[in-house]
């Protein structure tokens, strides 16, 4: 097996594809909510995994142990359309260029080496696997940076708003200009 899609998918349980030394993507769905222990550890041809922008989805850092073919995360959902309605085109910029990152960030970092996996759940000691463990903090940026964003589009609105109401009746600004001045209602885990 080289490829695998598994849309509908909620949770990767503990060592699901260990040793699929063949696998070089895998792509999940949105439904996804964790991948864990072990999942792909020794999946040495990896090179691409699909997975949704939450905050959660990476357990552990023993995920990508030995994986030192990974080097790209793609992201599923509607990220793209909340980016492309964001009210400036530097935010936009800076967005596609945070998720961007991961690329660049991925082929340099170590896989990781791992512990004897018996005795590392059994102790519950964590392998020092730095891919996952950039994966799990990039996801973080860019949850942080998207809600930034959202919460100074939010302003902006509310300030525009205000002005409009000065000048046009309430009913035509609710009605006609707000909505379309709205960005997608896509949200993402670890959004308040």
């Avoid at 964001?86 to 935010?91: A, F, G, P, R, V």
């Avoid at 463990?133 to 939010?154: G, M």
């Amino acid at each position: 097996m080289r490829s695998i899609s598994l849309p509908s998918i909620k949770i990767v349980d503990y060592r699901a594809f260990i040793d699929c030394q063949a696998l070089t993507n895998v792509s999940f769905g949105k439904e996804l909510e964790s991948i864990g222990w072990s999942a792909f550890a020794h999946c040495t041809s990896l090179e691409c995994i699909t997975i949704p922008l939450k905050d959660g989805v990476i357990t552990r850092d023993n995920i990508f142990t030995g994986c030192e073919s990974l080097k790209h995360i793609d992201l599923v959902g509607a990220l793209h359309n909340t980016i492309d309605a964001l009210l400036l085109e530097e935010w936009r910029k800076t967005m596609n260029e945070q998720i961007a990152s991961i690329s660049q960030i991925l082929p340099n970092t170590p896989a990781g080496t791992g512990t004897d996996d018996s005795l590392a759940g059994y102790f519950n000691i964590e392998d020092a696997g730095g891919k996952a463990h950039a994966v799990r903090l990039w996801i973080r940026s860019v949850l942080h940076k998207i809600v930034q964003y959202k919460a100074d589009h939010r302003r902006y609105l509310n300030e525009a708003a205000t002005t409009l109401n000065l000048a046009l009746p309430n009913d035509i600004v609710f009605k006609n200009v707000l909505p379309f001045l709205e960005l997608p209602s896509y949200t993402f885990q670890g959004e308040d």
